[in-house]
């Protein structure tokens, strides 16, 4: 018999933590959710993940209980893990219900290549554009716009990433359709255009109403608020 | 029937093209290895990564594959029958890629900042690099392999950076083995492996590419 316990310690506006929500709710996994400030990180959260000091993290607890008759012998395992993609494909593996991960080798490795890349190429290049301004912004949106392309030629035809269903690629970059238009709004310009790019507003619609996604979304004004002030913090660093 | 075709488009110095060739040597793939110049691109390979333009690239059966780390986990759930990398365990397999993209984080991008500035700063990196080093060995512990009693994933992840050693130490002005003596045992331990003594480039030419690179960029 195993008494499991699934903890995720998260800092509420973190599009990486809220990969990992996405997935532990649409397999139905029972979990607590523990509030980080990242800017005031608990020891706890440095015991945690003490290479990074970084949020998500998940811990999943074991308990499991000798079968009658034998020793007693508790093993109480606690296992904390970092970085929001390899959190997820844990809880792929560790929970079979709604599989994520496409099947195929190749698939998956098509998958996985998509996740960082993006995170890579539109995560910085969406950042400096919602926080800079004048020629650092126009770069910024310059390589935004050559990723998005791309993303656009990856979601033509298709519902989701992952097909029919939302799959893991839909949770790696399920952040743009909630955070990109926050990010356009508090940086005064616009990445996204639903004309140019009618295949990932379509996808962003779709998972935005799934019914799993749309009521783990942060409030939009707290968001806002919490940009804005990313924002100044950043235009103020960089004053002459 | 479609013969197992396996391209691999890398350069004769680079860690990440390595580890894709460790992988496919502790399978027993028969691949093709195409030689990149960075500096005039195939048009195979930007075809066939458009994104990053960046090597290593395998090609199996026409697809593209890239992002080493990717590759090699590929290679592994593909020829599945021999020399498993990954552990089993979806919590191992959690720590071994964590400890991957810790390498893939840290090392590189480390060495270059060290290799590139001089004074505070360049000790600054040095110790940094140092450090990271020492991380690595605490992670492998008194396990003789990352992989445990095998070699696995973080294992051909990180010997992949061996014949950069020799260059760490002279840029950094350290010794590996006074820093960090169970590493270097461990070295020496997957130097005993021929798929990983057979796919490491020459040191001494690692040091004269390095070398040459930076009068490149001191040029500039």
Known sequence: ?240 | RMANEVVLLETWASMYGIRVRIALAEKGVKYECKEENLRNKSSLLLQMNPIHKKIPVLIHNGKPICDSAIIVQYIDEVWSHKAPLMPSDPYERAQARFWVDYIDKKVYDTSRKMWLSTGEEHETWRKELISVFKQLEETLGDKPFYGGDTFGFVDVGLISFYSWFYSFEIYGNFKMEAECPKLVAWVKRCMQRETVSKNLPDEKEIYDHAEASKKALELK
């Open chain 1, 1 to 240: 018999m195993e008494n499991e316990d699934v903890k995720l310690f998260n800092f509420w506006v973190s599009p990486f933590g809220k990969r990992v929500e996405w997935a532990l709710k649409l397999k139905d996994v029972k979990y607590d959710y523990v509030e980080e400030d990242i800017f005031n990180k608990s020891n706890l959260l440095l015991q945690l993940n003490p290479v990074h000091k970084k949020v998500p993290v998940l811990v999943y607890s074991c308990v499991q209980l000798p079968p009658p008759f034998a020793v007693p012998n508790i093993v109480h395992a606690h296992k904390p893990i970092a970085e929001s993609l390899i959190i997820v494909e844990y809880i792929d593996e560790t929970w079979k219900h709604y599989p994520l991960l496409p099947r195929h080798p190749h698939h998956k490795a098509h998958a996985r290549f998509w996740a960082t890349t993006v995170e890579q190429k539109l995560g910085k290049a969406g950042w400096v554009a919602m926080s800079r301004s004048g020629e650092e912004q126009e770069k910024a949106l310059k390589e935004a716009n050559d990723i998005i392309e791309k993303i656009e030629e990856e979601i033509k035809g298709k519902k989701y990433f992952g097909g029919e269903n939302i799959g893991y690629l839909d949770v790696a970059l399920g952040w743009i359709a909630y955070l990109v238009p926050v990010w356009e709004e508090v940086g005064s310009m616009k990445m996204i255009e639903p004309l140019k790019f009618p295949g990932i507003t379509s996808w962003m619609t779709n998972f935005l109403s799934h019914p799993v996604i749309k009521d783990t979304l942060p409030p939009r004004d707290k968001m806002l608020l919490y940009y804005h002030n990313r924002r100044n913090n950043s235009q103020n660093l960089h004053k002459v």
